[in-house]
């Protein structure tokens, strides 16, 4: 196996998985009953029943924000990718976290169905997350934001021009963390879990 | 046979007689279980014996209980049962036999195994290794004595059991006297024992470090050592830290009362000199030593220090105990409580540029206490004044310890700091060597910079006797004057003579001082620079070490007036750009640092470089986690947590020999690593697992360590109001746990700002109702257990801020113990709660320390990792198919809306299907079935080279543990597991499963053994928690949850529970940054 094969076999692996991450934060905006349903429609992907926006600039968003992570996730800089809602002051009430790592050099020797096979089941559970989640405050928003091990280069490269350093308001205290779903099988890992603000998150707003 | 009763003491003969007689029976009982044994073989095929490991434990059943029949047939009363509470395994040819060690053992009440296992066995008696087995004792031994047989042969002539540490085997004697002894198993601890030794454990204030170690009897040391010899086994370490935390504390206090109300009294008697000092300061206690009820320095002398980590379990505490660097070290803190504070409200805000622009016009006096360490000692002992006087912890002519401060008399005999105490006796053969003092320290210090501070605004502490004033703005009097009132005062007040230099920078200041020594003052005006300079010698100058100092002299520059003439371009050149504007700018007496006052530490650390010696992980482990309680309670003095943790570690370079210094580092190769975790931290269970993780990532041998430090940098203020600033920074690059160095702004956002209001308005109400109806998540559904959550999880900050009415309900719910809780937390914070199972789980996890090691130091980033990981990590991912069903929880399935369901279920074979649409337990059934390769492959990658892992092999090696630990729920535990793990390994969340369902036919454990049952199982639990921390949270999430149920139902659990779930919070915490939310 030379390097070029595993390049391009981790490469493999990275658009998958960037296809998986558009649908999962399609997934999580659904479920966090963001916008009305009827904004949603059911598609099946990976043979799993799922939703897709059917707003041409929600469904833009998300994708752009998925496929733009490709050449960062490609290099193996980004750590997490985290979909945050905020409370109308800004303050994030939830976040859903995305941990990966992709370990390149056994990437060579996985296919794409066992892989798919692997992910698939991140979106079932997804499905019925429900339960865990914490009803939305009004006038709240969300974002996508990815955390990466450091930062690229500046000007390096295009693709990184749509994204922008980000002064998201954080929690002052530790977050409460619920594991959602964990996936450990080489090439990837990958886990989900939510955070919340520890119980004694005291007001932040105010604070700041 | 003959020969052997020949070679035994005449005492022993008569009872060896005795054993001779039975030595028939005893063959032919062995003969017997060896018949039975071939009986069984045969038949083994339809036998009751499923596999080697049962036929083993009913063997070893059986055997026992012949023991024991034959003990007690065999034991007339008259015979003393010497050896109660001995089991002892018989390894190889000795003499006399190992049958009639076993009639020995019979007779005086010991216990005799047939085969070795680490948790029955005592000791081990041989009388000759093989040298395989000696290189490699800790794997044979297992941590236990090694005893030659005399032992018992003695023991029995002496009549009563004697300490087995004179009769270790010679092969290994060799070495130092072993920790062993204090690390033996507990087994048969005596309670009376450990009391009386925590109890004499109050021994402070200086003890006299006497290298011959003349033992005097009645000191608290000593006997605890003696205890610790004769029951060979009582294991004391536990207990002791913390008992010793708390009596220094209140020995601080009570000192304090003491020095305040002496103070007091001594106010009144010199009012004189209390016309000079101001309230805050504390008077020259000239009297205080005989005053002071308290154990000082003249209490000194009474107690034998031990020497090395091996031989002392308290050795990192009492080092620092005696430590001059950790006062100076600690010092700085205790100034900037009791200084700055006051000077807070001063914000030098001209001290910046002002002083640059007008570096000529300013003016600063260096000032230094003469001899420091020397004068405040001999103070008050005029006796003493004008002959030659060292500081040094020991005051053994012979010795190698090293003076550490000389006085001026004895310098003119060449005695200098850093001598050894035979070379400065050589020199000066009528030197006195005096202890330290470090109370004494400490008052002098306070009493030197309230003068300082109230002569001059600006002053910068560079240590406890020495200190820059910036006098620029002072301009009613001449800085000479100026120096000599302070000088003087200070004589005055704390007996001891002051130095001053006076320059236009900090540099010449401090050049001034040097020719000012001894109490005297040196003033080097503007004019006088260069002069001065011109023959200055390089090497004095601060900066210029003595490798520095060479490079220049090969360059042949000896002054600073040669070093002038360089360029500058030309210094950068050739030294590095920062050292070379150094001594551009030195040479010029240009400095451009100004005057500030105490900066905020940058980091806060400690260091052990002395008597360092290991000899295996165990000491290891040991100490760190003593090192780890030292800059834990340093942090804590401090107020300050940090995220940035750096181990660095002295070894022993190759061809280096025995220092010649005694216990010192030696020839010594620096090592230091760091890691950065996402929340900053005080509590010592992160720091002992960081530290080992550490530790363990430099893979180095044990035994060529010669120093450890570790330090905490990144640090935060601890206190929560004025975290919020802070940690917000901290939070914006929350990354888990890397190795690598971080950056602080590395979070990238594409941000929508998409707020539709109206639409969104309309379905969140029904979307919220349905989160309300559905509150409870699925997978919890069925249990409703309504008990109260364990006190160790509750949240102070809540309890703190419930009403009082609330909260003395709840204290009543809790028996009382709720207000002792939070008294406590407040007063000390968690530290001390949490120690003594730290403590614990360090002696037990250190059995297998060597694959956690390996197995963190994967987890511990991508530059750790092992060369051949890759390769494990190859093993294929075979048949992902079942493994994504399994993934999926079946409650999770049956709440999925139809449709969904029908299209997840298409997606299985269709016998699948059956299965996992069934619905009583079915989560067991497919689990069984249908158990993903993916994770066991994985665990075993990550500690598949360490093959004394619990976890390690199929069936992992803990299920072969319990099996014969003849305890009913560990077995329990691994036939469940054997149960389950009739296709496939199965995840310890579905083992703790099955043993919910099953809890209700767990015995109840006795209490005898419940503690080591609590203790194994912890372990077993933590490990594969390390094990799936970095990859698997939903796993360690599942038994987390499982665990706390089982907690509810179960005693054992419900300790097990209160153990580990601090490990998994403090574990997830490190890697996640958060703590997992409790069901």
Redesign the interface.
């Known amino acids: 196996m030379n390097m070029k094969d595993g390049n391009n076999q981790t490469g493999e692996v990275a658009r998958t998985l960037v296809e998986f991450l558009e649908v999962a934060i399609t997934m999580i905006v659904f479920l966090k009953g963001f916008y009305p349903s009827a904004a949603f429609e059911r598609r099946r992907y990976m043979n799993v029943v799922v939703q897709r926006a059917r707003h041409p600039e929600l469904r833009d968003y998300i994708h752009s924000a998925a496929s733009s992570l490709l050449p960062f996730i490609q290099k193996g800089l980004v750590e997490r990718v985290a979909v945050i809602f905020f409370s109308n002051d800004n303050v994030p009430v939830e976040r859903f976290i995305f941990k990966l790592t992709i370990n390149p050099s056994s990437a060579a020797s996985v296919n794409e169905n066992q892989l798919e096979f692997a992910l698939r089941s991140f979106l079932v559970k997804l499905s019925v997350a429900e339960p865990l989640v914490k009803p939305l405050p009004q006038n709240c928003r969300w974002e996508v934001t990815a955390y990466l091990r450091s930062l690229p280069e500046v000007g390096s490269s295009k693709e990184g021009e749509l994204w922008i350093p980000t002064d998201t308001k954080q929690w002052l205290k530790p977050p409460v963390i619920t594991p959602v779903k964990s996936l450990n099988s080489d090439p990837l890992c990958l886990q989900l879990y939510l955070e919340h603000p520890s119980l004694s998150e005291t007001q932040p707003c105010q604070a700041q | 046979m003959k020969r052997s009763l020949g070679s035994n003491s005449s005492g022993g003969s008569g009872s060896s007689k005795k054993s001779k007689k039975k030595n028939p029976s005893n063959q032919k009982t062995l003969g017997a279980a060896w018949g039975s044994g071939a009986a069984s073989l045969p038949s083994s095929r339809s036998s009751p014996f499923s596999d080697f490991g049962s036929y083993m434990e009913v063997k070893n059943r059986k055997l026992q209980n012949q023991f024991e029949n034959e003990a007690s047939t065999g034991v007339s009363d008259s015979e003393k049962l010497i050896f109660q509470g001995v089991s002892i395994f018989v390894d190889g040819f000795t003499i006399p036999s190992h049958q009639e060690l076993r009639g020995y053992m019979l007779t005086y009440g010991g216990r005799f195994e047939n085969y070795f296992s680490r948790r029955s066995v005592t000791h081990i008696i041989c009388s000759n290794l093989p040298d395989s087995k000696v290189k490699n004792l800790r794997a044979f031994s297992r941590g236990l004595p090694v005893v030659k047989p005399a032992w018992i042969v003695d023991s029995i002539s002496a009549n009563r059991l004697l300490g087995w540490v004179p009769y270790q085997l010679d092969q290994l004697n060799h070495t130092q006297p072993k920790l062993s002894a204090f690390f033996a198993p507990r087994r048969h601890s005596n309670p009376q024992v450990a009391s009386s030794v925590t109890s004499s454990q109050p021994e402070t204030g200086y003890s006299e470090a006497e290298e011959g170690s003349s033992i005097k009897a009645g000191d608290s040391e000593e006997s605890r050592a003696h205890v610790a010899d004769e029951f060979d086994g009582v294991y004391t370490e536990t207990s002791i830290p913390e008992i010793t935390a708390q009596t220094r504390t209140d020995d601080l206090k009570s000192s304090e009362v003491n020095a305040d109300i002496l103070g007091s009294y001594d106010n009144e008697e010199k009012e004189l000199s209390s016309e000079l000092q101001s309230t805050t300061n504390l008077p020259s206690a000239s009297n205080n030593k005989s005053s002071h009820g308290k154990p000082v320095s003249t209490a000194a002398g009474s107690s034998v220090r031990r020497h090395s980590t091996l031989e002392d379990p308290n050795f990192v505490e009492n080092y620092f105990k005696n430590s001059r660097l950790h006062f100076i070290g600690t010092w700085r803190n205790r100034y900037r409580k009791r200084f700055h504070g006051s000077f807070n409200g001063l914000k030098w805000a001209d001290s910046g540029q002002s002083t640059a622009e007008n570096a000529k016009k300013s003016t600063i006096i260096h000032i230094d206490l003469d001899s420091f360490f020397v004068s405040v000692v001999i103070r008050n002992r005029l006796e003493l004044q004008d002959k030659p006087v060292a500081v040094c912890h020991s005051d053994n002519p012979k010795g190698t310890a090293e003076i550490s401060s000389a006085n001026y008399p004895a310098r003119a005999y060449g005695v200098k700091a850093g001598m050894f105490v035979r070379h400065a006796k050589e020199l000066c053969p009528q030197l006195v060597i005096v202890p330290y003092n470090f109370e004494a320290y400490e008052e002098v210090a306070d009493q030197f910079y309230d003068i300082l501070h109230r002569h001059c605004r600006k002053v910068q502490a560079v240590s406890c006797d020495e200190a820059f004033l910036d006098v620029s703005d002072v301009r009613y009097v001449e800085p000479d004057i100026l120096a000599s009132t302070i000088r003087k005062e200070i004589l005055d007040t704390t007996g001891c003579s002051a130095s001053a230099g006076i320059g236009s920078t900090m540099l010449m200041a401090r050049l001034a001082t040097r020719v000012a020594k001894p109490a005297g003052q040196f003033h080097i005006s503007a004019e006088k620079v260069e002069e001065f300079l011109d023959q200055l010698a390089v090497g004095t100058l601060p900066g210029v070490g003595s490798v520095l100092k060479e490079k220049l002299e090969k360059q042949n520059i000896q002054t600073c007036g040669q070093l002038r003439l360089i360029s500058k371009d030309a210094l950068q050149k050739d030294f590095g750009v920062k050292t070379g504007e150094m001594l551009w700018s030195y040479s010029r007496g240009l400095d451009l640092r100004s005057v500030t006052a105490v900066q905020e530490s940058k980091s806060i650390g400690a260091e052990v470089n002395w008597g360092v010696r290991f000899r295996d992980q165990q000491d290891v482990q040991h100490f760190l986690q003593c090192l780890c309680k030292e800059v834990s309670l340093r942090l804590q003095g401090c107020e300050m947590i940090g995220r940035t943790f750096t181990l660095k570690i002295k070894k022993r370079k190759k061809d280096a020999g025995e220092p010649a210094k005694y216990m010192g580092c030696g020839d010594c190769g620096n090592f230091s690593r760091s890691i950065t975790v ?2 900053a931290t005080d509590d010592i269970e992160v720091l002992r697992r960081i530290s080992k993780k550490l530790f363990g990532s430099f893979c180095l041998d044990v035994k060529e360590v010669r120093g450890v430090g570790l330090q905490v940098s990144k640090l935060e203020g601890a206190d929560p109001s004025n ?2 600033s802070k ?2 920074t901290s ?2 690059n ?3 746990a ?1 190795v ?1 160095t971080e ?1 602080d ?13 109206g ?6 109400g ?3 109702l ?3 109806d ?5 997978v919890q559904s069925g249990d409703t257990n309504s008990s109260l959550p364990p006190m160790c999880h509750l ?1 102070m ?2 309890l703190e801020n419930l009403p009082p009415d609330l909260l003395s309900e709840l204290d009543g719910t809790y028996g009382g113990k709720l207000y002792d809780l939070i008294e406590k937390k407040r007063g000390k914070r968690k530290i001390n709660n949490d120690s003594p199972h730290v403590s614990l789980d360090d002696m037990k996890v250190s059995s297998s320390v060597s694959v956690q090691m390996h197995g963190s130091s994967t987890s511990g980033g991508k530059e750790l990792e092992e060369p051949h990981v ?1 390769n494990e ?2 093993i ?2 075979t048949d ?2 079942p ?2 069903l399994s ?3 079946v409650s ?1 399935l049956q ?2 809306p139809e ?2 369901r029908a ?2 279920l ?2 299985f074979p269709v016998h699948r299907r059956d299965q996992s649409s069934s619905s009583d337990a079915p989560m067991e059934t497919c689990t069984k079935q249908d158990k ?1 390769p ?2 066991i ?2 665990s075993e ?1 990550e500690i598949g080279f360490s093959s004394s892992s619990l976890w390690f092999g199929n069936p992992p090696l803990w299920v072969e543990n319990f099996k014969v630990s003849g305890n009913c729920t560990l077995e329990k535990m691994s036939e469940i597991y054997c149960k389950l793990a009739q296709s496939r390994p199965p995840l310890l969340s579905t083992v703790l499963q099955r043993a919910l369902s099953e809890v209700g036919s767990f015995p109840d454990a006795s209490a005898n053994d419940l503690e080591k049952t609590v203790d194994d199982v912890c372990e077993f639990i933590e490990e594969y928690i390390e094990i799936k921390v ?8 599942l038994c987390f949850r499982f665990l706390k149920r089982l907690a509810a139902r179960n005693q054992l659990f419900h300790q097990v529970n209160e153990n580990v779930s601090p490990f998994i919070q403090a574990l ?2 490190e890697h ?6 409790i069901p």
């Open positions: 996402p929340a975290k919020g940690t917000l939070w914006l929350s990354a888990p890397s690598q950056k702004d590395n979070v990238f956002a594409a941000e929508v700002k998409e707020i539709p209001d639409k969104r308005r309309d379905t969140g029904v979307s919220r349905r989160e309300c559905s509150a409870e998540p699925s949240d900050e809540v890759p990590r190859a294929e991912i992902l198919m493994s994504s993934q999926v929880d999770v709440e999925l449709e969904l299209d997840v298409e997606a993903e993916t994770y492959n994985d990658n970095e990859g698997d949270i939903e796993e360690i999430y997830i915490n996640y940054g958060g703590s997992l939310s």
